[in-house]
């Protein structure tokens, strides 16, 4: 871990026993991370560190893996996440000035799965697998759109396995550590523009499109946790960054410009329905997180988390065209690290049924200056709802993004931009 990170702790610390002045101003670690990986802590607003009592620790706080019960358990289920509005309004200036524009609603199923096993009284061993981020951008008629020399669409989706190893080291205190396998995807589609020699106009002359395959890069994470008599309990988790390299295809479609001289003249200059090599990376961020839950009666219990995410290593999406260099592009992003807090309650009744509420208030790691046609992220807050009951748990996000007005895009693409999106989840247990 490097030193930066370490000094991070402190200031998570001071920031638990501040809440009132925490609450006045939103924190998050937004961008495309996915929080929910399993409903019980979905519903709980990701408010999980301190108490981390599922196999699901292992996403959350991997020491809670030490604590579990001494059976083999195993917790599978789905996440269904819906994109289900997200609307540009162009502004000037610029080339969005006097347009709108609007992404096609999506829904994605995400598995998640983890399974616990004992070795002996006090070492525990678990496997993981889930999907901890996911971008995806789908702008609708984009043979009109406004940022269509930008991107049309963009969706980078990632999957993690994740085997652990957990110590209890005292009745109250488990410590454990894992390694995390990732893969990931890119796929990004845009239009290339040429100036029409004859009149002067620019125009769209194809469509460029850019799939890598499943690309792979290692990480780990760890942490504790800490039961302090039967009202009190805190931990802390970290999760490494990684850096994936990826490497894969481009291919350009020619579209008819209605001048055939044109067409012809762009046919004999340009690489149509070749296979172009292209590569990029990403670098995905570390995480850092605080959590304390409380028992303020029998059948209640409050939990307050802090995680810090370290979006600067995600500064630019660049594609590279080694042979074709006329068809590479960086796309800044100039993320910066940012800060989540997420609150959750739980609330048990006689007949072993628990209701869960949750909050979570992000604020967006992405500058104006960046804020466009590949991502358009905002400051957002989460509510969370569940019920759970032996071996079924439920769970419901609601996430509603502030609207986002920019004037000083680096591709003059300026506008606003607002939307939502909500999350089911069913994880069955056993």
């Known amino acids: 871990m490097s030193t930066s990170r370490i000094y991070r702790a402190p200031t998570l610390a001071l920031g638990l026993f501040t809440l009132s002045a925490v609450a006045a101003g939103p924190l998050a670690a937004g961008g495309f991370l996915l929080f929910e990986q399993a409903s019980k802590p979905a519903a709980l607003g990701g408010a999980f560190v301190a108490q981390a009592d599922d196999p699901s620790a292992m996403f959350y706080n991997v020491g809670g893996l030490a604590l579990l019960g001494d059976k083999p358990q195993v917790t599978a289920g789905i996440g269904s996440y819906s994109r289900n509005e997200a609307l540009y309004q162009g502004l000037p200036p610029g080339g969005g000035e006097g347009t709108t ?35 995806d951008t789908d702008w609708a008629e984009p043979d009109s759109f406004a940022g269509r020399a930008i991107v049309t669409r963009a969706k980078i989706t990632t999957l993690d396995l994740n085997p652990s190893i957990a110590f209890k080291l005292t009745d109250s205190l488990g410590f454990g550590f894992g390694a995390i396998y990732r893969t990931s995807s890119l796929l990004v589609r845009r239009r290339e523009q040429r100036t029409n020699p004859f009149t002067g106009a620019l125009l769209d002359v194809a469509s460029l499109s850019v799939d890598t395959a499943m690309d792979d890069g290692f990480g780990w994470n760890t942490g504790f946790l800490h039961r302090i008599g039967r009202r009190l309990s805190w931990g802390a ?35 149509f329905d070749q296979d172009l090599g292209v590569t990029s990376a990403v670098t995905f961020p ?62 048990a009744n006689r007949s072993g049924a628990e209701l869960r509420f949750g909050i979570a208030i992000d604020e967006s790691p992405q500058p104006e200056a960046t804020v466009g046609p590949l991502l358009a992220d905002a400051d957002s807050t989460s509510f969370s709802v569940g019920v759970g009951k032996e071996p079924l748990d439920l769970s419901f996000v609601w996430t509603s993004a502030d609207r986002r007005t920019v004037t000083s895009n680096v591709d003059d693409f300026n506008g606003n931009h607002s939307g939502n999106s909500w999350w089911f989840g069913i994880t069955i247990s056993k």
Not at 311 to 325: E, G, I, R
């Open 101 to 135: 524009g609007e992404q096609e609603s999506a829904t994605f199923v995400l598995p998640h799965a983890y399974l616990a096993q004992p070795l002996g009284q006090r070492i525990k061993v678990g496997l993981g697998l889930y999907q901890p981020f996911l971008l």
């Open 237 to 271: 988790a970290y999760r490494s960054e990684i850096e994936i390299d990826a490497s894969g295809e481009g291919r350009l479609t020619q579209i008819p410009t209605g001048n055939v001289s044109l067409d012809e003249l762009l046919r004999v200059t340009l690489p």
């Open 286 to 347: 570390d995480q850092l997180s605080l959590g304390v839950a409380l028992r303020l009666a029998k059948k209640a219990v409050l939990e307050v988390d802090l995680v810090q995410t370290g979006w600067s290593s995600f500064q630019q999406l660049a594609l590279n065209f080694a042979s074709d260099p006329e068809f590479s592009r960086t796309l800044e992003q100039n993320f910066e690290d940012t800060d989540t807090l997420r609150a959750g309650l739980r609330l």
